[in-house]
C-alpha cells in the first residue's frame, strides 16, 4: 500500500531462557536400538564431534546404600554413583542415554560433575554409531562376561 512502511524481514526467535528453569542437558540427538553388545543401546542420531558433551544421564537421586540394594539380582542396571553417599538411579529416566553399553575401545566417557552423570564424545562419532563408555569399576566385580567385542577386550567387567 502507498505509504506503508515496507513489512520487517521474518526472523526466527528463540525464546529466551526462564531464570530458575535448567537448559536441556541433551545436547545431540540419540535413539534406541537393539544393541550387537547387550540388549537395547543408544545409538548418534546424527554426527558428534570429538570433545563435545553429547548429554546427561538423568534419574532418581538416591543413597548409595539404596542403590547397591536396588542392583542387587538384576539383569541391567542403570545406576551410577556420583559420590560416596549419592547415585542416580536412570531405570524410569526416559533419557536414551541410560542405554549406553560398555565397550572396552569406548567413544565416549562419563564425567561426574556437580552429582551430574554427563557423557562427552572421545573422538568424532558417525550418525547411526553406537555410543560406549568404559565402565570402570563395577559392581559385577570381574563376575560377568564383556560382549564389547573390541580389539583387546579385557573380557570381563
Given amino acids: 500500500m502507498p505509504g506503508c512502511p515496507p513489512p520487517l524481514p521474518q526472523q526466527s526467535i528463540t525464546p529466551p531462557r526462564v531464570r530458575g528453569v535448567p537448559a536441556d542437558p541433551q545436547k545431540f540427538?540419540?535413539?534406541v536400538a537393539p544393541s550387537r553388545i547387550d540388549g537395547q543401546g543408544a545409538f548418534a542420531?546424527?554426527?558428534?564431534?570429538?570433545?563435545?558433551?553429547i548429554g546427561e544421564i538423568r534419574g532418581e537421586s538416591i543413597s548409595v546404600r539404596e542403590a547397591r540394594r536396588r542392583a542387587r539380582g538384576q539383569a541391567r542396571i542403570?545406576?551410577?554413583?556420583?559420590?560416596?553417599?549419592?547415585?542416580?538411579?536412570?531405570?524410569?529416566?526416559?533419557?536414551?542415554?541410560?542405554?549406553?553399553n560398555h565397550s572396552c575401545a569406548p567413544n565416549a566417557t562419563l564425567r561426574i560433575r556437580q552429582g551430574r552423570v554427563e557423557i562427552y564424545a572421545l573422538r568424532d562419532i558417525a550418525a547411526g554409531e553406537e555410543l560406549g563408555v568404559n565402565y570402570g569399576e563395577s559392581h559385577h566385580g570381574g563376575r560377568l562376561r564383556c560382549?564389547?567385542?573390541?580389539?583387546?577386550?579385557?573380557?570381563?567387567?
Wanted: charged fraction near 30%; aromatic fraction near 2%; include cysteine.
Fill in 29 to 31: 540427538a540419540v535413539s
Fill in 78 to 100: 542403570m545406576i551410577v554413583e556420583v559420590s560416596q553417599r549419592r547415585a542416580v538411579d536412570a531405570s524410569r529416566s526416559g533419557d536414551a542415554l541410560r542405554f549406553v
Fill in 45 to 53: 542420531a546424527e554426527p558428534i564431534p570429538a570433545r563435545r558433551k
Fill in 147 to 157: 560382549r564389547c567385542g573390541a580389539p583387546g577386550c579385557a573380557g570381563r567387567l
